[in-house]
């Protein structure tokens, strides 16, 4: 089926699983060399997750935040491109299982990022909504302001209610950034397109597990973030765990039960793993352990990168934090290295260079941690809007990105509230049958 | 269920169905008047039909062409909204069935528009694509995509061939602008993102039954639009119907059979029916009889406006064509005519202002009849640019629409080529599982 089962034995063939910050700097850091690259995912796109939470909440179009792979790699002779799913990994003979079957490798690096973690909670994972690819975004979106129009037209008070509760879980930046989002649209939207609704009944909550907010960020910002939040009405609940959801009633761990029809769930994540490697090589939280050079242990050939890889040190045992930063710059080395192996060179460790991280809570109001420097409030949020903005791949997202946060600033609007594929709650994806 | 399956009985309640173009124009002239206006919709949005080929194509975002109707009357207090499905009227107790219970009215103006019409043929209806709707423009922009990167790994030429004809059915504007933006993705953007293809494989057909193409344009336009594309290298087919199709081949009146996966259809409308009216008042293609005050023939308290309606007069037999100027007219005059009747006047009959026709082939190239005037080429395209621009609801939708529009004139490319959702043939609409 495919004419990638075999290698030319021309070029050595380096094959990329996945296109996000990782697998993308990798490739592109190879452009020129002599190797084969052969990039695989299962969408076209290559998605800026740390802004999916304004897709979900009506700021941005899906479309600025994705950029095609093929378009990234458009000058590049040495890049092929496969949307394909992959199945497994088959170390002995070099060879990844696919959809659109299998396909040889020289170099294999697996860069497959992140999945949400429900912690093997069936009945949650059912109900509640995740918030790590654009579909789920959109979906987010569409459930959002659909139980805003039922609870319009519901007469029975309690379940009113369940549909006006919005709780967030899990108080890390996606959680923080999701639910201060979310306390904009209840203060400066919703009034005037549901004048019918009652804005003291709406309520949205914020619930982490851990006895702060951002836990990876300074005591500063932790403390900083919950007083904004706190200031636009967010309840939040630290120190508190979920324990049941039915698609209901939220049962917490400090005896609370909300009544809520709109679970977001962003409390954890676990490594995409693919199937094939043995138990050794895999770590915690569903990642692949990798060295200081990026190397699945036992394997010469292997890689891993990005949030699917942990590069447990003595230092660092819990491994490095699962943010783009460290994917780049993991990508970046990797490159390199690759580069080394084939010419028989000595490999160079890999380093984490710490630029830092932020947060933002909403208008005028972030938290930023730059080493030892910390500030929040406005400048921070300016700080993160550009640093955010120069993220974006491709300057058409920038300008349009730009447009709609100046946009936004002004009107204090959000213009993009479509239900364009209405959410079925039955099945908890969306409705196929939707015109 | 409802709170509205009753009147106050304060004021004279006009329920309009569908927000599209003479619905909206309505209920915007209603306001500050002494009347309540329910407004239903199955869509939380307005759809700016004539740019969802751009949509289809890769040249513009959804949510560029789509404005949410709650936000266009969220100053108008007279005005309540309802995201429902009407399924069927009962006159004789001026009440509508709907999705959300019933829904009492004084007035009905129905302004439902123009579904997809396949004349009966349900395996064309099954395997050929429409866009009539955002989600349908979606899924025609997902399957194109999805047949790009099949044909890329297809070793039969017989099923590579297949995926890379591309038919577009109808030579009606739709069917013109469609074919024309299908050729300019070939020319300036396929080339980059699928360097393996060869372009010459890539055909693209436009199939028209009758004589001419933009049968309603001028002899002038219509001739000069054929040779704009014939230019662009599609290859146009006049005088030539389809027979059948059936996922595979589709056979032509001509003898010729076209091997292709992709058949796009815009060959033609038909009126959006609701259930409950009498034959008699039912006009060809399932359209809505309609007298010259937009009054549905029996009932002194039904209007139609807009494509569903069937205004039939001595001058015009066929009634109006089905374009936004005819249903924003429609719209703005029945306004005039529901206070007249409110205040017991005589109603004024509806007069249409002919403000001329225009479609566009491509870059540089369209077509424009102003009464007698006729124009073709760049001056055209800019006209027909300049229109469409200010007709777009939303300051920020024309911004973001004008910054798209630049960056692909000066970069020849089109850079929303996501597939978001995937497309899934079997069931011919989006994949449900797809992450």
């Known amino acids: ?12 063939r380096i094959v990329i699983v996945g296109g996000g910050f990782g697998g993308v700097e990798l490739a592109k850091r190879l452009k020129n060399k002599e190797v084969e690259i052969v990039m695989l995912d299962r969408h076209n796109y290559h998605t800026f997750q740390p802004l999916l939470y304004q897709v979900a909440t009506g700021g941005l179009e899906a479309d600025s935040i994705a950029f095609p792979l093929r378009k990234i790699f458009k000058k590049q002779k040495n890049f092929i491109f496969r949307v394909t799913e992959v199945t497994k990994i088959v170390p002995e003979q070099n060879i990844l299982e696919t959809s659109i079957g299998p396909i040889k490798y020289d170099y294999l690096i697996i860069a497959t990022g992140s999945d949400t973690n429900f912690f093997g909670q069936k009945e949650i994972e059912h109900y509640s909504m995740p918030m790590k690819s654009i ?7 569409s459930m959002i302001l659909q139980n805003l129009e039922e609870a319009l037209i519901e007469i029975d008070p309690v379940k009113k209610e369940s549909l006006l509760n919005f709780v967030v879980v899990g108080g890390g930046p996606t959680g923080v950034e999701l639910s201060g989002a979310l306390a904009e649209l209840k203060k400066h939207v919703l009034p005037q397109d549901y004048p019918e609704l009652d804005m003291n009944q709406v309520t949205i909550y914020l619930v982490e597990g851990s006895p702060k907010l951002l836990g990876v960020m300074s005591e500063q910002s932790s403390k900083k973030s919950k007083e904004f939040l706190e200031e636009m009405g967010v309840k939040v609940l630290t120190d508190v765990r979920v324990e049941t959801y039915d698609g209901k009633v939220l049962a917490l761990s400090n005896s609370q039960a909300i009544n809520t029809q709109n679970v977001l769930w962003s409390a954890g994540v676990k490594g995409a793993l693919l199937d094939g490697l043995p138990k050794e090589a895999i770590a915690r939280g569903g990642r692949v352990l990798a060295d200081e050079f990026n190397r699945v242990p036992g394997f010469d050939h292997i890689f891993a990168i990005g949030d699917v890889a942990a590069v447990i040190t003595d230092e660092k045992p819990n491994g490095l934090p699962g943010v783009a930063p460290v994917a780049i710059q993991q990508g970046k080395q990797l490159a390199k290295n690759i580069i080394h192996l084939i ?5 160079e460790p890999f380093k984490y260079f710490d630029q830092g991280s932020m947060a933002t809570v909403g208008r005028n109001r972030a938290v930023v941690d730059i080493g030892k420097i910390r500030f929040q409030g406005i400048f921070a949020w300016f700080v993160w809007m550009f ?4 993220s974006l791949v491709g300057f058409r997202n920038k300008v349009v990105t730009f447009v709609n946060w100046v946009w936004s600033y002004f009107s204090y609007d959000r213009g993009i509230r479509l239900i364009i594929r209405k959410f079925d709650r039955k099945s908890m994806t969306e409705d196929p049958c939707a015109k």
Do not use: I, Q, W
Not at 1 to 12: E, H, I, R, V
Not at 135 to 141: D, Y
Not at 343 to 347: D, R, V, Y
Not at 387 to 390: I, Q
């Open 387 to 390: 640093v955010h903005l120069m």
């Open 1 to 12: 089926m495919t004419d990638l089962a075999t290698t030319s034995g021309k070029l050595p």
């Open 343 to 347: 010419k028989k060179e000595k490999l």
């Open 135 to 141: 579909p789920e975004a959109l979906n987010l979106r």
